[in-house]
């Protein structure tokens, strides 16, 4: 093979290269997503039931005392784990604010209370 030749082919090894490690890094990143949304449905599962208890006691849909504590307490573990701050607590906020809208939906009878309400279609979605 010729000096030429050699030199054309390593851009193609590098670009096949690339291409292998670029399809493996996006199915870790794949598995996450995945992950993230299942642990969402998994939480949102419990702020149902908050939001049923909230609404058959009487209580208001939020609590800006335990918002506060939260994003205090989500800031302090982003920076531990080298998370921008900023961003963990605008996904909290877009979070709470899911999960108020949705107890503000039982509190005024849009949605039952009883506790046969955990189906998917109670789940609060991104509007």
Not at 45 to 53: C, D, E, I, S
Not at 64 to 74: D, N
């Amino acid at each position: 093979m010729s000096e030429q030749s050699a030199h054309d082919a390593a851009p193609d090894d590098a670009g096949a290269e690339a291409a292998a490690e670029l399809a493996a890094i996006r199915l870790s990143i794949d598995n996450i997503d995945a992950a993230l949304v299942h642990m969402l449905a998994e939480r949102f599962k419990f702020t149902q039931k908050v939001g049923r208890l909230k609404a058959t006691s009487g209580m208001p849909p939020s609590d800006p005392e335990r918002e506060r504590v939260q994003i205090a307490r989500l800031r302090e573990i982003a920076m531990e784990a080298q998370l921008d701050p900023a961003f963990a607590e605008k996904w909290f906020n877009f979070v709470v604010a899911e999960v108020i809208h949705h107890h503000e939906q039982l509190a005024t009878g849009a949605i039952a209370t009883s506790s046969d309400g955990d189906s998917a279609s109670d789940a609060p979605r991104a509007s």
